[in-house]
């Protein structure tokens, strides 16, 4: 695809000198890739990191606090943080405590624990609903939810948000395309059901788009991110998430409110911090100090009516919960990640952290004369080649320029940080330094330097 923002030839040719820099500096990271096409799809353990920037995929030998250790002997800093999982660090001191003193004390056992009961009252406190589920992942928390959502209300249809990524999750990839139509998300692969059979898409911060989706009454829940994270960023505007809420419970539809990713607005994730109250909350990636574990929290309300489908339904399987959710380990290193990690300091940090990248990214933007935007919530910040921010998922997915942004993020490798791929985003942790975000400003500055010379 052509670069929308910059001469195309230029990006080429930028994207061609820091692929052979990158070549190269990892020697070693050439040869790996070679052995792993043997016994790995596109010589890779999960293939999404094969779509990585570099040409080659970056061996990890280790990560620890806001640091990648490469198999060629470099030091990155990290501002990917394993696309949210490691938000807090990689490895904090505490989550390494809890595994030294609880790694032989049992992993899994299909057996509550009182450890679960710590938890609970950890996530209310935190989080303000009293009833909770776990799962593995955002991915299943979602799936779950969405089940139960049908089943409580015994409607057949969603509501999602054009751009959304609830993780894998089949009724929801579902996009408008560029006539406004809805259509599957083409990029899937093996679907054979027609998933805009029961989902609506709608764009974000259109309540009118909302209110006809919602109009025959057939809506089991809308299922939103309170802040578009995942097709670069689209922020609410005043007023739409107290509608969503106000429309949703006119129509009888649940809000289920996905906070896998602005848990980096706050200890109480975007909900909390804003007053807003969904009927379900989805919790994800981080809460298990980087290793699987999510969490679903309800109403009283909701966790009723969900005892009582459950009580009334044929006994047997109900298509929600896997074997290793709330095992023993998994919870305690939640419990130490809200009791001891995800503190009021730690977030007033990482916002400074944040800050300091937001503004310094936006100098260096102005500087080189690109009319991109920086948005930042909290922790995380997202960079937009665009002019303005984007409205709703459409314009945001316009800002993409797919022949840019991996050779900016692989120049910025070359120089010593990593963004997260797939879009420009980056967190602040715990662990950043002023001076880590100090040499992310200048390795920006630096790759838009070469960038105009190349
Ligand atoms: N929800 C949101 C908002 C996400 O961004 C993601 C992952 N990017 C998920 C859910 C799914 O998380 P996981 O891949 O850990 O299941």
């Not at 503190?343 to 800050?355: G, K, L, R, S, V």
């Amino acid at each position: 695809m052509r670069s929308t923002t910059l001469p195309a030839e230029r990006v080429a040719r930028f994207h061609a000198i820091e692929t052979a820099r990158f070549l190269a500096d990892h020697p070693r990271c050439v040869a790996l890739h070679q052995q792993a096409q043997r016994h790995f799809l596109f010589g890779v353990p999960l293939h999404w990191m094969a779509d990585a920037p570099s040409p080659v995929p970056l061996y990890v030998d280790k990560a620890q606090g806001a640091r990648l250790f490469d198999v060629d002997g470099h030091a990155i800093i990290d501002f990917c943080l394993g696309d949210t999982g490691a938000m807090f660090g990689h490895s904090p001191a505490a989550i390494a405590r809890t595994l030294a003193e609880h790694g032989a004390d049992g992993a899994t056992t299909m057996l509550p624990s009182t450890v679960a009961l710590d938890v609970a009252n950890l996530l209310e406190q935190r989080f303000g609903l009293p009833m909770w589920q776990f799962t593995a992942t955002a991915s299943d928390a979602n799936r779950f939810v969405l089940r139960w959502a049908r089943a409580i209300t015994g409607r057949k249809h969603i509501v999602v948000f054009n751009g959304c990524y609830h993780g894998t999750v089949d009724d929801v990839f579902v996009d408008l395309d560029t006539q406004g139509r809805t259509h599957t998300r083409p990029s899937l692969l093996g679907q054979v059901v027609d998933l805009t059979t029961y989902t609506r898409v709608v764009e974000f911060n259109d309540l009118d788009g909302l209110r006809a989706a919602l109009a025959a009454g057939d809506v089991a829940c809308v299922l939103t991110e309170p802040v578009l994270t995942n097709i670069g960023m689209v922020l609410p505007e005043p007023g739409f998430l107290d509608a969503v809420r106000q429309l949703t419970q006119e129509h009888g539809a649940l809000l289920v409110m996905d906070e896998t990713h602005t848990l980096s607005c706050g200890p109480g994730g975007y909900c909390r911090a804003s007053g807003l109250q969904p009927d379900v909350l989805i919790l994800g990636k981080p809460m298990a100090g980087g290793t699987p574990g999510a969490a679903y929290g309800f109403t009283p309300e909701v966790g009723a009516r969900m005892q009582a489908v459950k009580a009334a339904a044929a006994p047997g399987h109900s298509g929600i919960g896997t074997t290793l959710s709330a095992g023993l380990l998994t919870l305690r290193l939640m419990r130490t990640m809200l009791a001891e990690v995800m503190t009021d300091a730690a977030y007033a940090h990482m916002f400074a952290i944040a800050e300091q990248v937001a503004c310094g990214l936006e100098r260096v933007i102005e500087g080189h004369g690109l009319r991109w935007t920086v948005t930042r919530i909290g922790a995380r910040c997202e960079v937009q080649f665009a002019a303005q921010r984007p409205r709703n998922g459409s314009e945001a997915r316009a800002a993409f320029d797919d022949a840019l942004e991996p050779a900016l993020q692989l120049a910025l490798i070359n120089r010593g940080v990593l963004l997260t791929p797939f879009h420009n985003m980056l967190l602040a942790s715990p662990a950043h330094t002023e001076t880590d975000a100090a040499v992310l400003i200048a390795a920006f500055d630096d790759a838009l330097t070469a960038l105009a010379a190349a």
